[in-house]
């Protein structure tokens, strides 16, 4: 596999881009590289940007990842982060405010639901959902009633959505299996949808998801050209979204950030790099590259 280099500036050791394994990629790759302030990087936190921790609330960006965005995010049209976290809570972790190069960095929070803009340093968002409340108060009953009680822990998403972790769990395998069900049928009795993910199962409002959020934000750009990382099924929509663009005439590249726990991911990426460091490692490459 080729890793075409930049070698323009002896004072600096090049970058190597790893190269992607599929036509649609390479050509991708190609139209960022080709017309840079007509492209959209956009990248999923946890797993991506953040290395995946047993404790949500202590995950932060990869140390490098800040650097990395800032060199590369002047040289594109935008750089956004796409997360299911509230986008607050995702500027906060990532350490995203007030920093030189991320003027212009939008996070769209919640799948989309809620925006961040550092322009103004202020999210908006529609009213909460009123199913959310009414899950959470019947969420420990549910859980004990399942089984699945010990070693779950419930993380609250800004009264937005709540998810339920079974990382901590004695066999977190069993324990997600076992509360599919049971937190289907809750979050249908409140109009809410499941989204699972790795070793978590979130119950959200419908009608928006990653894909969604990229498309409408794609098309709010004006991009001619669309990157797009992520590492877990609540990706999924968001690798559909930029298939759709390339067959309308959009180049893109999906990116997995590696990971054995989500297969699906990785057969569609067009490229696999390895976690949130191969990303950033990624990000790097792309703005030694663009000068």
Not at 266 to 281: F, I
Request: with cysteine; aromatic share 4%.
């Amino acid at each position: 596999m080729g890793t075409p280099t930049d070698s323009t500036n002896p004072q600096h050791p090049p970058h190597p881009l790893p190269e992607p394994a599929t036509r649609a990629g390479r050509d991708g790759l190609a139209a960022v590289l080709a017309h840079p302030a007509g492209a959209v990087v956009a990248l999923d936190f946890d797993g991506t940007l953040a290395p995946i921790v047993p404790d949500p609330e202590q995950a932060r960006a990869h140390p490098d990842a800040v650097p990395a965005l800032a060199a590369l995010a002047p040289k594109l049209a935008s750089v956004a982060v796409v997360t299911g976290r509230p986008a607050d809570v995702a500027v906060r972790h990532g350490g995203f405010a007030e920093v030189p190069g991320l003027e212009h960095l939008v996070v769209l929070g919640h799948y989309g639901a809620e925006r961040w803009d550092a322009v103004t340093n202020t999210v908006t968002a529609p009213e909460p959902h009123p199913g959310v409340a009414a899950v959470r108060a019947e969420l420990p009953a549910v859980l004990e009633a399942a089984g699945a009680a010990e070693g779950a822990w419930v993380e609250e998403k800004g009264g937005r959505a709540v998810a339920v972790h079974t990382r901590r769990a004695p066999d977190p395998q069993a324990a997600f299996e076992a509360l599919r069900g049971p937190l289907g049928a809750l979050a249908a009795r409140h109009g809410l949808i499941v989204e699972p993910g790795r070793m978590v199962l979130e119950l959200r409002p419908p009608g928006m998801d990653k894909g969604v959020a990229l498309t409408e934000y794609v098309r709010e750009t004006g991009a001619r050209a669309v990157l797009y990382a992520g590492d877990d099924l609540g990706d999924l929509p968001a690798f559909a979204a930029v298939e759709k663009l390339r067959s309308e005439g959009v180049p893109g590249l999906l990116v997995c950030s590696g990971t054995s726990e989500v297969a699906e991911l990785a057969e569609r990426a067009d490229l696999v790099v390895d976690g949130p460091a191969g990303v950033v490692a990624l990000l790097s490459a792309l703005a030694s590259r663009l000068g």
